[in-house]
């Protein structure tokens, strides 16, 4: 399965202030996903993102909150902008799994996560 | 809207024992469900998917079931091991063929 570097690993953040996820994958993949993982709570799917196309949203989530890009096959950023204690949270990479392929399921291997908290 | 319940209380077993996780789904019908590992600091890791049509499926020590009727799936570690200690999430497909995931299930294997 792919394997997935995930950029920062952990960081502390002012409030107000944005940062920016980098999802970098070995294989290129059509479909990337970005999910929230709040303490306690589910991994929340935040949004698809597609080489070539805008990013598909999900309920609760949106783009001038959560800007994303998709440059190649391989690369994804997620920002996190005008942060505030409540995006404290992990958030995770995730593309198809080559078992979605053979499955028809979509299996997804997921990156290692970034940290943030947010003061 | 859709719902997905695991016990969020952490299930506590002795080594050599067999571990049974629930997972409680309402409000829709999924076309399949899986089940994935989390250890801390890191991400989910993918270990078994089971297809609506199928009642139960094995890998080595891990079988799942999935009861549509019942809307509810049981994940079993036969002969577990203090290496099995994680947190196992469940994921029945959420529409589009995107899974969604429980908050899962922290087990402690006792040595």
């Known amino acids: 399965s792919a394997v997935i570097s995930q950029k920062p690993s952990r960081d502390i953040c002012q409030r107000g202030t944005s940062l920016t996820i980098q999802c970098q994958v070995d294989?290129?993949?059509?479909?990337m996903f970005w999910y929230r993982q709040q303490p306690g709570q589910s991994l929340t799917l935040i949004a698809t993102a597609n080489q070539g196309s805008e990013a598909t949203y999900e309920s609760g989530f949106v783009i001038d909150k959560f800007p994303i890009s998709r440059p190649n096959l391989t690369f994804s950023t997620l920002t996190v902008s005008n942060m505030s204690p409540e995006d404290s949270s992990i958030y995770l990479c995730s593309v198809e799994d080559l078992r979605t392929t053979l499955s028809g399921a979509n299996v997804l291997t997921f990156g290692a996560g970034s940290r943030l908290t947010v003061l | 809207s859709q719902k997905i319940e695991q016990n969020s209380e952490a299930l506590n077993i002795q080594e050599g024992k067999t571990a049974t996780l629930t997972c409680n789904y309402t409000?829709?019908?999924?076309?399949?469900l899986q089940w994935y590992r989390q250890d801390p600091g890191r991400g989910p890791v993918f270990l078994l998917l089971?297809?609506?049509?199928?009642k139960e499926k094995r890998k080595e020590r891990l079988k799942v079931t999935f009861d549509t009727t019942l809307k509810q799936s049981l994940f079993h570690i036969t002969a577990s091991q203090p290496a099995d200690s994680a947190t196992y999430l469940c994921a029945p497909e959420g529409g589009s063929y995107i899974p969604t995931f429980g908050r899962g299930t922290s087990l402690i294997v006792h040595p």
């Open positions: 089971i297809r609506e049509n199928e």
């Open positions: 409000n829709y019908s999924p076309a399949y």
């Open positions: 294989s290129q993949v059509t479909m």
